[in-house]
């Protein structure tokens, strides 16, 4: 958590509310703001299928804006042997999802 904070992930924040932070959010400002060594941490502390699907749902969604850091992740850790298709059948997905609503 420090080290979320010393890299100004919660610039939004209020410093109270972090307090309280979900595991869900934790692992995305992980995978957003810190390194791969960091986000190694994450897979001793929380099983792989809950940092995948935090990843699939908060950050392949952002497309273009997170697609380098999400191509790095569909090969080191999500084990894609093809990332770009990888990444785009799971934006198609999460997009057909969202008109369905």
Same mark, same amino acid.
């Given at each position: 958590?420090?080290?979320?904070? $010393?890299?100004? &992930? ?36 929380? @099983?792989?299928?809950?940092? $995948? ?7 392949? @969604? ?20 093809? @990332? &770009?298709?990888?990444? $785009? ?9 969202? $008109?369905?609503?």
């Amino acid at each position: 958590m420090r080290q979320l904070w $010393k890299e100004r &992930a919660f610039w939004s924040f209020d410093k109270a509310s972090c307090r309280d932070l979900s595991d869900r959010n934790l692992i995305k400002y992980v995978l957003i703001h810190l390194d791969l060594k960091d986000t190694d941490r994450l897979f001793d502390l929380y @099983p792989k299928r809950l940092i $995948k699907r935090v990843w699939r749902d908060e950050l392949v @969604p952002q497309g273009d804006y997170l697609l380098s850091m999400n191509l790095c992740y569909a090969l080191l850790y999500f084990d894609a042997k093809r @990332p &770009a298709q990888y990444l $785009k059948s799971l934006t198609t997905r999460h997009i057909n999802q969202w $008109k369905k609503r």
